[in-house]
């Protein structure tokens, strides 16, 4: 099975902050590649499918690249209401494996 | 407005069964794959278990041959029957509606499976 392997576990940063995570895929997954936000108590949100693309309601501030493995999340603006934990998967194919996730936090 | 509404959690001990329910609306049920991920207290996402809209289905490795998932299409609910429950399936069950490719768009608010005796 494809393992998704996220880095950094966690990180602190001020607000305004430009803050990346970045997914590595274990083989290559072409562009098949989301990303979740889950705010602390909350459900998990969609940020970003197919590796770059922002679902309807998600602030700009959000990006996504990459493809084959290596894929980055970036927030060019951290605000208050990033704070949470976020999480990469793939779904090329079964199994639809999460990456262990990021905790995102304020300095 | 898509919704998605879980049901069915509950306290249970080691070896007992259990099934999840969710009902969907707002969207054309039968036409979406729906899937079951879960969240143990404090640990990450756990994808459990999918299902197209025709009915076929794929199981994480640590729950095939103890959990099914099926459909009612013209319900509109899909269900996650588990059994031989472990103390390691405590979690948070979500269900999730999906996109395209198969990644989760819509998710509902979950429902919380406890199992210890």
């Known amino acids: 099975d494809i393992q998704m392997t996220q880095s950094p576990s966690s990180l602190s940063a001020s607000i305004g902050d430009r803050v990346t995570i970045t997914c590595r895929a274990s083989q290559g997954i072409s562009s098949f590649l989301a990303w979740y936000q889950q705010r602390p108590g909350k459900v998990p949100n969609l940020l970003i499918f197919?590796?770059?693309t922002l679902p309807s309601g998600v602030p700009s501030r959000f990006s996504g690249s990459g493809s084959g493995t290596d894929f980055t999340l970036t927030i060019s603006s951290l605000q208050p209401e990033d704070v949470g934990t976020y999480y990469c998967?793939?779904?090329?194919?079964?199994?639809?494996?999460f990456g262990q996730g990021t905790k995102v936090e304020i300095k | 407005e898509v919704q998605l509404l879980e049901s069915g959690g509950g306290l249970v001990q080691p070896g007992e069964s259990l099934t999840l329910s969710c009902a969907a609306s707002g969207f054309t049920f039968s036409f979406y794959a729906m899937a079951w991920v879960r969240q143990a207290p404090g640990k990450g996402l756990e994808w459990v278990s999918i299902i197209s809209g025709g009915g076929g289905a794929f199981y994480a490795e640590s729950v095939k041959g103890r959990f099914t998932i099926s459909r009612d299409n013209s319900k509109n609910t899909v269900s996650l029957q588990m059994n031989s429950l472990r103390a390691e399936d405590s979690a948070i069950y979500y269900c999730?509606?999906?996109?395209?490719?198969?990644?989760?768009?819509?998710w509902g608010q979950g429902a919380l499976v406890t199992v210890s005796s």
């Open positions: 197919e590796a770059s």
């Open positions: 999730a509606r999906t996109d395209a490719h198969y990644y989760f768009h819509y």
């Open positions: 998967q793939k779904y090329n194919s079964a199994p639809w494996t």
